[in-house]
């Protein structure tokens, strides 16, 4: 049986019920127009007016490799030292005396600049200064430079293995949104690599042409984005000695099996095809071991398969030969090694016909892109050195890059 509440006591509930939430909307009210009334505590380096905090920052981006201690083909991964520098405008620094600089530096708005290409980072180190070198109009900016030594991707096509060029890639994304920072190229000072501090070179030509772009992921992005590449070539001459040249003399060992007498070592022919194709296959699984997985056949991969392709179709033609010999005589099956051996021939002189010409065409092609990157790469270095003027110490850092592209210091690499 439900409980049974005076008629007087239920109005009195409702009364307290709704007096509670009369003085419970009236104490929101009221620190709400407190919270409006009292203004935030002014930071460091903070903007006075509500509008200044939601201006548009430029900042301007120079990336560069200091060193490359290894790049992995397995792991399609770079490992070396990266400095990014970043470049802003701030109105506030007019204001300030040189003697202040030091303390602003370390209250002041800063970037989140984040490498995105970074896998693993084992040192960081940052510093925060003010200059008027190689700045518009020689105005005062702030200077961030961060230097980052670690592990960094690098996106690899291995269609043309061990014929192939590829971008050493540095990434920088702001985590700051597109209305308060965006990122673009340094117009005074140039994006380079140290190549002579690259202790890498063993397998790979590093060049000095940088390519910066900002990437624009366009609709709704609010991310900005800026990479720089350089280009690396493949050193293909220790693939072509150890492991075509290899597969190549495996197939002629192979080849030379048909000259063996069928009527005394008949079994021997098959033997001997056999032991070529195994060794041809552990040389094949030692180049795959070297490599990513691929979708694809790279063109190490194809030359390979060839020659394991060549050796299978030997193999078979000694086993038909010895057939052919128990059933028919020796003349039938030495007429139909006429036909084999010069056929088997022609096949691996017009592959390695084919080949020189890829290689030719490939070479020529590949210099063609880095002349061409070279050239715009020079032009802008030399405009950026205009900017800057004979004062700043950044002419002479980019009169020094120019130097060393000349036509005798591009050949040489």
């Known amino acids: 049986m439900a409980p049974y509440l005076d008629e007087n006591l239920l109005i009195e509930l409702r009364e307290a019920y709704k007096t509670r939430n009369d003085l419970l909307r009236r104490f929101l009210e009221e620190n709400e127009k ?71 530096c370390q209250s002041c708005w800063l970037p989140q600049v984040k490498l995105f290409n970074l896998i693993k980072q084992d040192v960081h180190r940052q510093h925060v200064f003010i200059t008027d070198d190689a700045t518009p109009n020689n105005q005062l900016m702030l200077v961030m430079r961060q230097k980052i030594r670690g592990t960094f991707r690098m996106q690899m ?101 048909l000259t063996i007498n069928p009527e005394r070592y008949q079994h021997h022919r098959i033997k001997a095809a ?27 991969d194809r030359y390979l398969f060839g020659q394991l392709v060549f050796i299978f179709v030997v193999l078979v033609a000694n086993s038909a030969n010895v057939a052919i010999h128990r059933a028919y005589g020796d003349s039938i099956r030495f007429r139909v090694e006429l036909v084999e051996v010069p056929m088997l021939l022609l096949v691996q002189v017009c592959v390695h016909i084919y080949l020189w010409c890829y290689y030719v065409s490939k070479a020529n092609a590949d210099a063609r892109v880095i002349a061409a990157k070279y050239l715009t790469y020079t032009q802008q270095v030399a405009i950026k050195a205009e900017r800057c003027g004979p004062r700043h110490r950044l002419s002479t850092v980019n009169q020094t890059i120019l130097d060393a592209l000349t036509p005798a210091a591009i050949a040489s690499e």
């Not at 190229?185 to 940088?210: C, G, K, L, R």
């Not at 056999?274 to 041809?280: I, L, P, Q």
């Open 274 to 300: 056999v032991t070529c194709m195994c060794s041809a296959f552990t040389i094949r699984g030692l180049v795959r071991s070297s490599l990513p997985i691929l979708s694809g056949l790279s063109h190490i």
């Open 34 to 104: 407190k919270a409006s009334d009292v203004s935030p505590p002014r930071e460091v380096g903070q903007n006075d007016s509500a509008e200044s905090e939601q201006l548009q920052r430029t900042v301007y981006v120079k990336l560069a490799v200091l060193s490359v201690t290894d790049i992995s083909t397995k792991s399609q991964s770079f490992s070396g030292e990266v400095l990014v520098q970043l470049k802003w405008e701030n109105d506030e620094l007019e204001d300030l005396e040189e003697s202040q600089w030091a303390a602003y």
């Open 157 to 257: 096509i291995l269609d043309d293995f061990p014929f192939d060029i590829q971008d050493l890639t540095v990434t920088v994304y702001s985590e700051d949104p597109k209305e308060v920072a965006v990122l673009t190229e340094d117009p005074f000072e140039s994006s380079y690599i140290v190549v002579e501090s690259a202790t890498a070179p063993q397998e790979w030509v590093i060049h000095s042409a940088a390519e910066v772009e900002e990437v624009d992921f366009g609709g709704d992005s609010k991310t900005s984005m800026m990479t720089a590449r350089w280009v690396v070539k493949r050193k293909h001459k220790y693939y072509l000695l150890n492991v075509m040249l290899s597969m190549l003399l495996l197939a002629m060992v192979s080849f030379c099996t």
